[in-house]
């Protein structure tokens, strides 16, 4: 990214120590959990949770979708039940 002025600068900088903060507190959290990883293999595993659509015939010939979310590793399922993800996940 470019950023013109200082306080962009500034601004851009906080964003990403922010970042960087919040990564390494969900380390913590999965390490205390029993589950040791990187920061870079933590976010490796919860980038490979992912939601997939599928779209079925439906009624007069409106398409009904289904949502659900693709197979996961040991891994994956333990950092969702360590970070609560099944909150946000589809329901069936």
Sequence with gaps: MFH??????RVHVFTCVLALQAAHL????????GLDLSVRALLDQLAGIQETVLL????????????MLTEQTP?????????GLDRYAPRS
């Design 4 to 9: 013109w002025t200082e306080h962009n600068i």
């Design 26 to 33: 969900m380390r913590l959290k999965a390490e205390r959990a």
């Design 56 to 67: 079925y015939q439906g009624e007069r010939g409106r398409p009904k979708a289904r949502r």
């Design 75 to 83: 891994d994956q399922q333990q950092l969702r039940q360590i970070f």
